[in-house]
């Protein structure tokens, strides 16, 4: 059975910094593609960025390129969103998701529960 | 940026009726659409992929239809666990986007 769990997320200053975690388990993790995505408090679902298999190929939304950078350790089975420069409008739900392959393929089979990132002005 | 456009916003019927979610798309994507259901406090969770395949342990009263610009979900028969928010996601190009939703409720 596919398990995502987010952890890291956490009350920040506006301007600072933090990094989200997902592990990952009952898949082969460095074949599939992985994704964040985020949802604002009583908002839609927003994607913020997605990286290969093999951690070749990365994608970002306009509104966090510069400032986020996603990354994975397939030793570990882990995905990481290590998130700079937060703004009031980050606050969200980040959601771990898995793809449906290793790139291109980019509708999401499974999601974690999501981590809390609250972002104070 | 490719936007969907998702309606009704919400949707008011009984149970066991059939309803029908509307997807429209800013351009053509083919049939590279998602749709996924949420509970309030709860991931999303994938029905349909490749406009009209159904994710694996999904029911058959779920399906979906479209190419190109428009699409829908439907659910023949609703059943109480299925009132709750819909949403589509095109995986056509970069940026990927998400709809609004629709909420189904009684």
């Known amino acids: 059975e596919v398990q995502l769990l987010e952890s890291g997320g956490a009350l920040v200053q506006s301007g600072g910094s933090l990094r989200v975690s997902c592990a990952a388990s009952g898949f082969s993790f460095s074949v599939y593609a992985m994704t964040w995505v985020r949802q604002a408090p009583g908002k839609g679902l927003e994607w913020v960025s997605s990286i290969s298999g093999g951690g070749r190929n990365t994608n970002y939304a306009d509104s966090v390129k510069g400032r986020f950078t996603i990354s994975r350790d397939n030793s570990k089975n882990k995905l990481y969103l290590q998130m700079n420069s937060l703004r009031a409008e980050d606050t969200a739900v980040y959601h771990c998701?898995?793809?449906?392959?290793?790139?291109?393929?980019?509708?999401?089979?499974?999601w974690g529960p999501g981590t809390l990132v609250t972002v104070s002005s | 940026e490719i936007v969907l456009t998702q309606s009704p916003a919400t949707l008011s019927v009984s149970p066991g009726e059939r309803v029908t979610l509307s997807c429209r798309a800013s351009q053509s994507i083919s049939s590279n659409l998602a749709w996924y259901q949420q509970k309030p406090g709860q991931a999303p969770r994938l029905l349909v992929y490749g406009a009209s395949n159904r994710a694996t342990g999904i029911p058959a009263r779920f399906s979906g239809s479209g190419s190109g610009t428009e699409f829908t979900l439907t659910i023949s028969s609703l059943q109480s666990e299925d009132f709750t928010i819909y949403n589509c996601q095109q995986y056509h190009d970069w940026p990927l986007t998400f709809g609004g939703g629709t909420k189904v409720e009684i």
């Open positions: 998701t898995k793809e449906a392959a290793n790139w291109g393929e980019n509708w999401f089979v499974s």
